[in-house]
């Protein structure tokens, strides 16, 4: 199980609290299908009609955001919001301010054209969630999503520190093993692209609840996988639908960042579920590695062999 936190020795157990990071991409598209299949909204609805300003907004639709195909840069990568970030990791940050970063240089391609995985797009979506239902995303997420599922481990914070047990943050360089503790940062960093706090148990009851679409119904669960595209950058699905990935045949999500790594998963076909959390991320040349995909693979290998 590894340790929580390295100085003090203390292991890791299923009660303590990790950020999940992109697996809250997941929860906030879940909402936007939610809102779906109430016809408060469509698919197909452009985001100007919720969110001004953004570049290409009259052309992108929902279902460009939910499926990374908008075209939108990624305000996690541009130079000034890592700048930020750096200098202040407990700043919190608006929504608006986060897309602010995207702006310059958008639109990168045209709505639909290809795939290109970017935290935008999520962010977004939660603030048409907050637009079309009046409720702010920790609100919206808690009573659509968390109570219903009896998630009570699970948060949408918008405030540092992680809510207590949790584990302590760490970049490892993965050839030397030498580690570094990383500054907790501020949930508001990612928004609804990465923002939410979860336990081990309840990330696993969210893989099922994710995986069997419970929480949207069967029809907009077969939409949600049938739009997958093959994925050319970002985790390593082998396609990606609607907030959801698919990796081996399993349908779910993963996260990776800035100390944490996260992983969540359904079988169809078995109807098993397997969730990872991770409280590192790696340093040197493979940043974009993530150690949960790995540990969700192996699992994944052993129960295909039983």
């Not at 939108?72 to 990568?77: M, P």
């Not at 409720?135 to 999503?145: E, H, K, P």
């Not at 739009?227 to 985790?235: D, F, L, M």
């Not at 078995?270 to 192996?298: C, D, K, M």
Request: aromatic share 8%.
């Amino acid at each position: 199980m590894g340790f929580a936190d390295l100085a003090s020795r203390t292991p890791v157990e299923f009660a303590q609290h990790f950020s999940i990071r992109s697996v809250t991409k997941s929860y906030t598209v879940t909402l936007i299908l939610q809102l779906v299949r109430d016809k408060a909204i469509e698919l197909e609805d452009k985001l100007d009609s919720f969110v001004p300003g953004v570049p290409n907004g009259a052309a992108i639709s929902l279902a460009n955001l939910a499926g990374m195909q908008s075209g939108l840069v990624d305000f996690s990568t541009t130079a000034q919001f890592a700048k930020d970030v750096v200098a202040d990791p407990s700043r919190s940050f608006t929504e608006q301010e986060l897309v602010n970063y995207a702006i310059p240089g958008s639109p990168k391609f045209n709505p639909g054209a290809q795939y290109e995985y970017c935290n935008t797009n999520t962010v977004l979506l939660g603030m048409v969630v907050e637009k079309v239902t009046g409720l702010s995303m920790a609100q919206a997420v808690s009573t659509r999503i968390l109570a219903p599922l009896g998630l009570r481990e699970t948060t949408y914070p918008y405030v540092v520190p992680l809510p207590p047990p949790h584990a302590t943050p760490y970049e490892v360089d993965i050839h030397t093993g030498a580690t570094e503790l990383h500054p907790f940062v501020s949930p508001t960093v990612f928004a609804g692209a990465g923002g939410m706090v979860s336990t081990l148990d309840d990330m696993q009851t969210w893989g099922l609840a994710l995986g069997d679409g419970r929480l949207i119904g069967a029809e907009l669960q077969l939409e949600r996988v049938n739009r997958a595209r093959r994925v050319t950058n970002g985790p390593e699905y082998d396609s990606y639908g609607l907030g959801i990935g698919i990796l081996d045949g399993w349908w779910g999500h993963t996260g990776s960042a800035l100390g944490f790594q996260a992983a969540a998963f359904y079988d169809p076909a078995t109807h098993a579920t397997i969730a990872v959390l991770v409280n590192s991320t790696p340093l040197g040349s493979r940043t974009n590695l993530n150690v949960a995909e790995q540990i969700f693979v192996a699992l994944a290998d052993v129960v295909a062999t039983r």
